[in-house]
């Protein structure tokens, strides 16, 4: 099962769409904040897709709650902006409040920077930016557990 995992859009409409139309086998894609309308938009474009979103602090007046936790393939995904964990200076707020949560993996972005590390059971990923930097991944859920991957347009 492939996940595409998505952040930072920044209004670059044209990129979140070749990111979902690179990855035809993504039938989810997780939004992490920062173009929120812009993956409202998609979603409404690529109905075929599941969308999850969360906001981030550029997307004001989002009445979407800032944290989400979702089984998806039997692993328990915790995502959110990062913005309110301080990602940007510490990932230990991140790290505890996703293991405390019983995430197998935690996403965030904010950062504008793809990071990917396991810890102790726990996989933390962050896809980059594509508005910033035109980066994004994808998690794969096989049959030994996780893979991640960021992928530059």
Known sequence: MRILVVSDVHGRTRALCEAIEQQPTAGTVLFLGDGLRQAEDAADRYPDRTFYMVPGNCDMGASLPPVRQETLGGKRF???????????????????????????????????????????GLYLFNPGSLGHGGTYGYVDIVGDGIRTAVVSL
């Open 78 to 120: 915790y995502f959110t902006h990062g913005h309110l964990h301080d990602v940007k200076y510490t990932l230990y707020r991140l790290d505890m409040a996703a293991r405390a949560a019983g995430a197998d993996i935690v996403l965030f972005g904010h950062t504008h920077t793809p990071y990917e590390e396991y810890a102790d």
